[in-house]
């Protein structure tokens, strides 16, 4: 079951390529997120929104460029990116709040390969 | 951000109970204790979270120390689907960051 689904599932571009890649979620959620997963490291947290505001960015080059529309969808926008980039992407969904100690809801990522 | 530690990795057998421990010394009264697992393929999902009191769900049980320094996530009755890396995260009320380690990747024997 997946409430948070993301497309493409795998994507192969070269480095002076521009591509998007989506999350839509279907859970009603208030907070959407990016995650970073590189083989043989522990997943890292990109951008976080609120409410389509973003609240958080981890220190993220300039060549990724998120863009949350609505509650419901979240795209990061790749250009120019590097071999190191490859990895996978995966996207969560949340119902955040100060008080909330609801959980991520993942979808299954974007598997990226950079030329 | 307090830190949790896992072993690298763990092996059971079908059917049989597996307990996955964390450490967490550092932990503060505000830290939940939140486990997620990651099938091949697959984003993270959540299994299981909780503060100071034992707490049980489907797919889980998690048992935390009277000091909360550690913590088990107890699998009663293993199966092949249950083969995962399982993570073991700190999270005060309210916070968004996930923070994850590289986790326990459990193996289940048939």
């Known amino acids: 079951e997946t409430g948070v689904t993301q497309t493409p599932r795998h994507l192969v571009m070269g480095m002076t390529n521009k591509k998007s890649l989506k999350c839509e979620q279907h859970l009603g959620h208030n907070a959407m997120y990016w995650y970073k997963q590189s083989a043989k490291?522990?997943?890292?947290?990109m951008f976080v929104y609120n409410f389509k505001e973003q609240t958080e960015n981890n220190s993220v080059p300039s060549r990724f460029s998120p863009e949350c529309p609505n509650s419901s969808h979240l795209f990061l926008h790749l250009h120019t990116l590097q071999p190191e980039d490859s990895a996978l992407y995966l996207c969560a969904?949340?119902?955040a709040g100060k008080h909330s100690n609801q959980p991520q809801h993942?979808?299954?990522g974007t598997r990226l390969s950079i030329l | 951000d307090a830190k949790t530690t896992q072993p690298n990795s763990m092996e059971s057998n079908e059917e049989e109970p597996v307990?996955?421990?964390c450490n967490h010394s550092t932990i503060s009264g505000t830290d939940y204790i939140h486990w997620y697992r990651q099938l091949p393929s697959q984003g993270p999902e959540y299994v299981i979270h909780g503060l100071t009191s034992n707490v049980n769900?489907?797919?889980a049980s998690l048992a935390i120390a009277e000091?909360?320094?550690s913590s088990t996530l107890i699998l009663h009755r293993a199966t092949l689907r249950d083969a995962a890396v399982y993570y073991c995260?700190?999270?005060i009320q309210g916070a968004q960051k996930l923070v994850f380690g590289q986790g326990t990747r459990l193996t289940i024997n048939p």
Request: charged share 30%; glycine share 4%.
């Open chain 2, 89 to 91: 995260i700190l999270l």
């Open chain 1, 106 to 108: 993942f979808g299954d």
């Open chain 1, 93 to 95: 969904s949340s119902q």
């Open chain 2, 19 to 21: 307990h996955l421990p």
């Open chain 2, 57 to 59: 769900n489907r797919m």
């Open chain 2, 67 to 69: 000091d909360r320094k």
């Open chain 1, 41 to 45: 490291k522990p997943l890292e947290l």
